[in-house]
């Protein structure tokens, strides 16, 4: 059976693709570097975070969380404790599903971000319209990957010592500003 019951039938739903630190949730800033929180006590929403993901889901918008988290892969961090996140962040925000890649970029895999496996897989199980979807995130990999898979960038300006991307739809200050974006069709 196809989505709604109907033989043979598929929707193109409309997402938007998040990164999770910096993007939903405080990254913390160490040396001009981004990284993520530490424990799931330090995992903390920007403000306004949840209202504007219930917007894009009250839109009829999937939400899906791309992530990297190579500090798993590294050995710096317990994957226990990146899933206990995600769930404090499935129970505060509509999201339908969140992606992680816990490699490291030795491991060249193709679910790292900028390689965009995460969406494009996300897309096959949940017949996600690329094309008609959104990256929302606040690292050149974010954009990177949103690039590759056929979606419309959004990157949220950071002050991190580091690489910034220069090929994007739309550069804000917010997730919020993102969302307002993305609802009035300016982008």
């Known amino acids: 059976m196809g989505v709604g019951g109907i033989q043979g039938a598929t929707v193109d739903h409309r997402a938007v693709f998040f990164d999770r630190d910096g993007t939903l ?20 929403l920007y403000p306004g975070v949840p209202e504007a ?8 918008f999937l939400l899906v969380v791309v ?30 599903d ?12 193709d679910c790292r971000k900028p390689r965009p496996e995460m969406l494009r897989s996300a897309a096959r199980e949940l017949n996600i319209n690329l094309a008609a979807s959104y990256m929302i995130g606040d690292r050149w990999r974010d954009v990177g990957a949103g690039r590759h898979a056929g979606c419309i960038t959004i990157f949220i300006r950071n002050s991190y010592d580091e690489r910034q991307p220069d090929d994007y739809d739309l550069a ?16």
């Open 172 to 187: 804000v200050d917010s997730v919020l500003e993102a969302v307002q974006a993305i609802l009035s069709n300016r982008v």
């Open 98 to 109: 969140v992606r992680v890649c816990y490699h490291t970029e030795d491991d060249r895999c």
């Open 25 to 44: 949730n405080r990254a913390v800033i160490r040396d001009g570097k981004a990284f993520p929180p530490p424990t799931v006590a330090d995992f903390e």
């Open 53 to 60: 993901l219930q917007a894009l889901k009250a839109a009829g």
């Open 67 to 96: 992530t990297n988290q190579p500090d798993v892969g590294a050995g710096l961090q317990r994957r226990e404790e990146v899933e206990q996140m995600h769930a404090r962040l499935r129970a505060l925000v509509p999201i339908d």
